[in-house]
């Protein structure tokens, strides 16, 4: 069973802020969705091995040779071109948690 | 002849100029997509320097490719280098990409006209269009309806005749089910066979782009045009043989599978339909046989649980930092990121982001993921038994029709219940096309799905066509509005 404080722990690991009004209806949202997931707990069978790719694809990797890469400038232009070639954000305390 | 094969002769006999034909279809934009809401940016000079570049070269005498001159759509989440590129969301507004996509670097090269870019569901994220930050695009058979999702804004498009093909992506159904509501074609390739390179990516091992066309010739043309090698994708193989060449192969002796799991909770107008075309392809001197996908019923659950963890994983990017919307106002840079993306990101973004961190999460990897992929792996062994009876398989596209406005709104798990028959496909790797195959008593078309074994894409697009052949009068219907030509 999902609770609150559920909630609160998984929008934190997403990095996504929930205001108190939200939680009661993602609570029950989320309730939905996770029990709809949980039909598959009893499929699983001993034999069923880990799958991880499709189409027998594997990587398609090419030689690593440098190449012309993107210029500084025009990477800057979606962020109103930046700052001394960098990206700025405004100057905070704090530390990423 | 196909839409696409017509106008080429047009542009090729001089009975239309590019200039001309590419102007009629911005004037019809302008005019139909206030009632359709297809496109959520027009391209009109972009299309028209093109428009001039593939007249110079009828001019000059110079040889058009296929898709020469040809006016089309790209769904909004196709990089396209120097155009605003949103995927439909409020994170991504104002974001201009600073690369091509190769499906579009492969179609530019063309010259292929681009009129605008087509709405979607955020993120491809929905089935509706209707988590579009800029509202759904309405269904041109009846605009109470919507045009299906993800791939919305193509298909609404491409039916409304304001562009002639569209390229849509399909993570669970994105280009099928918008194809089924519209009265379209709409071609999932084998994963792998189109780059995913510039597209912005949902669920990496599932997301894979495909065509909106008017007929089955015509998803065929376009599909041999993007399913090149790449080697920026490294799951890129590209196709293994042109489609066209085989498309009008006589379909005499091949076997159709029909897997009872796939008609459970069907319409009852829908199974009608199916059962229809069955007698059009034992017509035909196909033999149709009984087959099981026993892992079916557990596909919808595993797509999900997949899906929204990949997603979860490929949505971190978007921290406000490099591109894209960022909080007005913030303590500090972990303040900064959350906000931006709590107030960027739509409603069922933000659900799906928490289904899949939760599903990834330590103490409940192995009892979610985990075991999804098991069962993933299952379901693909279940459809390589399946192959071993039959060439294709055949289901309807959606157990309905076009849903009512609003519908999607009311319940997350009825609406995901919706897309339990095409999701199948993207877990598997397979290829599919959602081929019309009648009217429900609204006049809603109603789609039928062709499935095929892995890089079986030529196969499916030859039953495809030669069902089409059969009962094209009855199948289409094309709508008074936009261009005619």
Redesign the interface.
């Known amino acids: 069973m999902i609770t609150r404080d559920?909630?609160i722990k998984?929008?934190r690991?997403?990095?996504?802020?929930?205001e108190d009004d939200e939680i009661e209806a993602?609570t029950h949202?989320?309730a939905?969705?996770?029990g709809?997931?949980?039909?598959?707990?009893s499929?699983?069978q001993d034999g069923?091995?880990?799958?991880?790719d499709?189409?027998n694809?594997t990587?398609?990797?090419?030689e690593d040779e440098v190449q012309e890469s993107?210029d500084r400038e025009?990477?800057l232009?979606?962020?109103d071109g930046g700052e001394q070639g960098c990206?700025l954000?405004?100057k905070?305390?704090?530390?990423?948690? | 002849m196909s839409k696409i094969t017509y106008i080429g002769k047009l542009l090729r006999d001089k009975e239309i100029s590019c200039t001309e034909l590419t102007e009629k279809y911005i004037m019809s934009i302008e005019a139909e997509n206030k009632k359709l809401n297809a496109y959520v940016n027009i391209t009109a000079e972009t299309a028209m320097r093109t428009a001039k570049d593939v007249d110079g070269k009828i001019s000059r005498g110079e040889i058009l490719l296929p898709l020469e001159g040809i006016p089309m759509t790209l769904k909004d989440n196709i990089s396209t280098k120097d155009i605003e590129t949103t995927c439909c969301s409020n994170i991504l507004k104002g974001y201009v990409p600073i690369y091509d996509a190769t499906v579009w670097n492969v179609l530019k090269n063309q010259n292929a006209v681009l009129l605008g870019k087509a709405n979607m569901d955020e993120f491809a994220m929905g089935s509706s269009c209707e988590t579009s930050c800029f509202g759904g695009a309405l269904n041109p058979y009846s605009t109470s309806h919507v045009a299906g999702g993800s791939s919305g804004g193509a298909a609404a498009a491409v039916a409304g005749n304001i562009a002639v093909y569209g390229l849509g992506s399909d993570t669970g159904g994105s280009v099928r089910q918008p194809a089924s509501f519209c009265g379209l074609v709409g071609l999932k390739p084998t994963y792998g066979t189109v780059s995913r390179y510039g597209l912005i990516a949902y669920a990496s091992s599932l997301d894979q782009i495909g065509p909106i066309t008017t007929s089955v010739e015509d998803a065929a043309i376009v599909y041999d045009a993007i399913s090149i090698y790449d080697k920026n994708d490294a799951t890129s193989q590209g196709s293994r043989k042109k489609t066209t060449d085989t498309l009008k192969n006589n379909i005499k002796g091949i076997k159709i599978g029909i897997a009872k799991e796939y008609f459970e909770g069907i319409r009852d107008d829908v199974k009608e339909s199916i059962e229809s075309a069955m007698k059009v392809y034992e017509s035909l001197g196909a033999e149709v046989v009984s087959i099981s996908l026993p892992q079916l019923k557990h596909a919808l659950p595993v797509y999900y649980i997949l899906a929204c963890a990949e997603a979860s994983s490929n949505l971190g990017r978007y921290d406000g930092i490099r591109y894209g919307y960022r909080t007005p106002s913030y303590n500090d840079i972990n303040d900064m990121i959350c906000k931006t993306r709590s107030e960027g990101f739509g409603k069922e973004v933000k659900r799906r982001i928490m289904l899949g961190t939760y599903v990834l999460s330590a103490g409940y990897y192995d009892a979610y993921y985990k075991k999804a992929q098991q069962l993933r792996g299952a379901l693909v062994d279940s459809f390589k038994d399946a192959f071993k009876k039959c060439d294709v398989i055949i289901s309807p596209t959606v157990p309905m029709t076009a849903f009512e406005l609003n519908f999607t709104q009311k319940d997350p798990i009825e609406t995901y219940m919706t897309d339990i028959l095409t999701v199948p496909v993207n877990i598997a790797g397979l290829p599919a096309v959602s081929v019309p195959c009648g009217f429900d008593d609204k006049g809603l078309p109603i789609g039928m799905q062709i499935i095929g074994n892995s890089f079986d894409d030529a196969k499916i697009l030859n039953a495809a066509y030669q069902y089409e052949q059969v009962v094209k009068n009855h199948i289409y219907k094309e709508l008074q509005t936009g261009v005619r030509l």
């Open positions: 559920d909630i998984i929008a690991l997403a990095k996504l802020s929930v993602l949202d989320m939905e969705i996770i709809f997931a949980d039909t598959i707990s499929a699983v069923f091995e880990d799958f991880d499709i189409n694809i990587n398609a990797f090419h993107f025009l990477i232009k979606n962020r990206f954000v405004k905070r305390s704090g530390r990423i948690k």
